[in-house]
């Protein structure tokens, strides 16, 4: 029913941007909420940042004020642009679409961010 692919992800200095994108393929319905979870080794999957049917916007403590979510309806798009980016930030980043009957989740990117 729908596919989400993930891109964006690869290797910042720290202090630098990155921007992920998680587009859907296929059919097109309302969801309750998009966005990304992340998970580095040895911890556990935090939500970082989501953005519901109505346009609210959440993000995680550790992130807000650096990163952003959006989307473009056009596109079935949503964006997360990342910056001021930490070695903190370093994780698998998998988009997620939250639907009243399932959720769906993309392939996943990794973010590395290192000198």
């Known amino acids: 029913q729908v596919q989400l692919v993930e891109s964006g992800g690869g290797l910042v200095q720290p202090g630098g941007s990155l921007r992920l994108s998680c587009a859907a393929s296929g059919s097109i319905f309302r969801f309750n909420a998009m966005g990304w979870y992340r998970q580095a080794p040895g911890k556990l999957r935090e939500l970082v940042a989501a953005?519901?049917?109505?346009?609210?916007?959440n993000y995680a403590d550790s992130v807000k004020g650096r990163f952003t979510i959006s989307r473009d309806n056009g596109k079935n798009t949503v964006y997360l642009q990342m910056g001021s980016l930490r070695p903190e930030d370093t994780a698998g980043y998998y988009c997620?679409?939250?639907?009243?009957?399932?959720?769906?989740w993309g392939q996943g990117t990794q973010v590395t961010v290192s000198s």
């Open positions: 997620y679409a939250d639907f009243s009957w399932d959720t769906y």
């Open positions: 953005i519901t049917s109505g346009g609210s916007t």
